[in-house]
Every structure is written in C-alpha cells, then in structure tokens.
C-alpha cells in the first residue's frame, strides 16, 4: 500500500491479465478508431498527454468543462468497445484492494511522449466516488506523485513501471495526483488505462 485506498501491484497486469503485448496491440487497434488527441483544458491550455477512450463513456475536455460522453467528440460515433479481458483485470485489481464487484463503463487511455506530464488534479468527474479507480501503466517509466486531500499538501513519489497496476479507492479516492514529466527511455512512449465507473 502507497497510502491507504493506494494499492500498487508491481508486475500486476502480467500476474492478474492478458499481459502488456496484447494491450500494446489493443490500444493499437482502438487507437486507429478513436486517435489520441490532446484535449484543451476549460482554461484553453492544450494538455502535453495526448488521450483516447474506451468503453461506454469516454472522459472529455473542452473549454465547456470536464465531462463523460457517450461519443468521440471527434467522429459523433462511439468509443471503441472495451473488451472483456480488461473488465475481468480491473475486477481482480479492485478485488485485490478489497472492493468486490467492480464494473467499469469507461477506460481512459493516455499517451505520454518524454517531457509530458500531468499537473496536479482531483479525478471528481465521475457520478460516485465510492468506486475505485484502477490504473494500468504501459512503457515507459514515470514518476507518479500523490497529494493530498487539498492542493498544498506534501507530495509522495512512486515510479510506475511497465506491467504495474496502481487501484485508488477508498480514502485515496480523492487526493490530488499528477506525473512528473516523462524522461525518454527504452520505449517510445508511455501508456496509461485508467478503468472507471463514471456514471
Ligand atoms: C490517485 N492519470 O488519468 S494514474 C488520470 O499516470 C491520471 O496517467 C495518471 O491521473 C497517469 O486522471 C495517474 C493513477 C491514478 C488514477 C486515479 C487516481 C491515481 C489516482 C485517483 C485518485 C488518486
Ligand atoms: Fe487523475
């Protein structure tokens, strides 16, 4: 445990899932339907992480707000299907944190080139936040940061590596966390799937 409600599974998505080959070539596929676009933040900043999404809802942002859409924005069609062996990871991963019967409608999928990063933010989008969040990161390595409950509280460091799975639910569910920006590496990119229960 990072914190409590902060589980971190080095190695996770091998032990737990269908392995990080066959995400490669799923976000691959799902990224060919739906591009990774970097979204404009409601202040009119264009965001360094480029994203997409799968599944029934997909988290967008424009300079109306932050919101779930049934649609790409980009296409008015919806986003690719989330497959049943990502549902069937995000429920083990939540089990293992101790929260039964996880279902989530959306996947968020970042994309990370060196020097992207995230700023600190909350993730208070979704309709209940009773429900956890579980994140599966891909690539490239990064420098994950967990906050607090406000903004100026002190930060806690964890690299995020290949294969980790990281569920935040409970007490952690609404601390503030963001990505230090990414150094360049073996790998092109970065990854990383947050499995939501958004509505
Ligand atoms: C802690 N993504 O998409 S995932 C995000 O690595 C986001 O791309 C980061 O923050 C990334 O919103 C971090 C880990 C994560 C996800 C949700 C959280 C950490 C969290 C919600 C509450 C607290
Ligand atoms: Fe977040």
Redesign the pocket.
Known sequence: WLAP??LHLPGGIERLGPGTRWLLAWIATTSAQAPFRHLQTPGGQRMS?A?TNAGPCG?VSDRRGYRYSPLDPLSQRPWPPLPRELLILARHAAEAAGFADFEPDAC?I?R?VPGAR?SL???RDEADVAHP???L?LGLA?E?L?GGLTRGSTVQRQM?RSGDL?V??GE????????APVKAGPEAV?F?L?L?LAK
Request: charged share 15%; net charge positive; no cysteine.
């Open positions: 409600g902060a992480v994203m988290w968020l970042n990370y995230m933010h909350q993730d969040i579980v994140s990161s990064a994950f967990l995020l990281l935040l639910g952690a569910r609404l601390r503030f966390h963001g990505v970065r990383n947050t939501r």
